[in-house]
């Protein structure tokens, strides 16, 4: 399957942005579909995840209730939902996917978009 990521951008904080990715290939429905990010100088690391039928989600715990992950299963895409952003949510989000369940460990996803760039300014 392939995967595109889009939707980063500037913004100021407080504001909101909402990522998507599209994919293509392999049937999307068969999926779990996450979202990770990697900061300048740090390691990449889990944001969400959402299973195949739409129906389950899990967050990183520090951005549960701010961030919100969903899918489009007419549309192949997935999306991120941020809001109340902060300046600590400056990174390079990639969209991924897995025929596993719920997975929040990067080497669980087998598939990977090219990653969008989220700056946001204090």
């Known amino acids: 399957v392939q995967l595109q990521a889009s939707g980063g951008g500037l913004v100021q904080a407080g504001g909101s942005l909402r990522l998507s990715c599209a994919a293509s290939?392999?049937?999307?429905?068969?999926?779990?579909l996450g979202w990770f990010r990697q900061a300048p100088g740090k390691e990449r690391e889990f944001v969400a995840v959402i299973s195949d039928e739409g129906i389950r989600q899990t967050y990183k715990d520090s951005l549960k209730g701010r961030f919100t992950i969903s899918r489009d299963l007419s549309k192949n895409t997935v999306y991120l939902q941020m809001n109340s952003l902060k300046y600590e949510d400056t990174a390079v989000y990639y969209c991924?996917?897995?025929?596993?369940?719920?997975?929040?460990?990067?080497?669980?996803?087998?598939?990977w978009g090219q990653g969008t760039l989220v700056t946001v300014s204090s």
């Open positions: 991924a996917a897995t025929s596993l369940f719920l997975p929040t460990i990067a080497t669980r996803y087998s598939y």
């Open positions: 290939g392999r049937t999307f429905s068969y999926f779990n």
